[in-house]
C-alpha cells in the first residue's frame, strides 16, 4: 500500500529534520480519512522508469491520472512524459491556486 511506503519516508533521517513524528502521523491519518483510493492497475505503464520498480507507480497515476509528487531521480526525469513534479514544485502549483489541481 503507498501509505505504508509514505509512512516509511516520513521516517527518513532527511525527511526527520523537517517533518515531526507528530506531523508525519497527523498527515497520515488525514490521507487515510480523505484519500481517493484507486484500484491497482492492470495496464502496463504508458511509459517505462529508469528504475524498473518504479513503473507501478507510473501505470497507477495513469490509470487514475494522477499527478506523481517525487524526489527520486528515476521520476523526474520523465516529467517531459508524464505529469511528475517535485515536492518544491507541486508546492508552488497548489500555491498558485492552479485551478486543474483541485
Known amino acids: 500500500m503507498l501509505?505504508?511506503?509514505l509512512a516509511r519516508a516520513l521516517d527518513y533521517p532527511k525527511l526527520k529534520d523537517r517533518i515531526t513524528p507528530?506531523?508525519?502521523t497527523e498527515l497520515l491519518e488525514l490521507l487515510v480519512r480523505g484519500a481517493i483510493t484507486a484500484n491497482d492497475p492492470t495496464e502496463p505503464p504508458p511509459i517505462s522508469s529508469?528504475?524498473?520498480?518504479?513503473?507501478y507507480l507510473i501505470?497507477?497515476?495513469?490509470?487514475?491520472?494522477?499527478?506523481?509528487?517525487?524526489?527520486?531521480?528515476?521520476?523526474l526525469v520523465l516529467s517531459e512524459q508524464i505529469p511528475v513534479y517535485s515536492p518544491?514544485?507541486?508546492l508552488a502549483l497548489i500555491d498558485d491556486s492552479d485551478p486543474n489541481l483541485t
Open 3 to 5: 501509505l505504508d511506503e
Open 22 to 24: 507528530a506531523e508525519a
Open 50 to 55: 529508469p528504475d524498473p520498480e518504479d513503473d
Open 59 to 75: 501505470a497507477l497515476a495513469s490509470s487514475s491520472r494522477s499527478r506523481l509528487v517525487s524526489g527520486d531521480k528515476d521520476f
Open 88 to 90: 518544491a514544485e507541486f
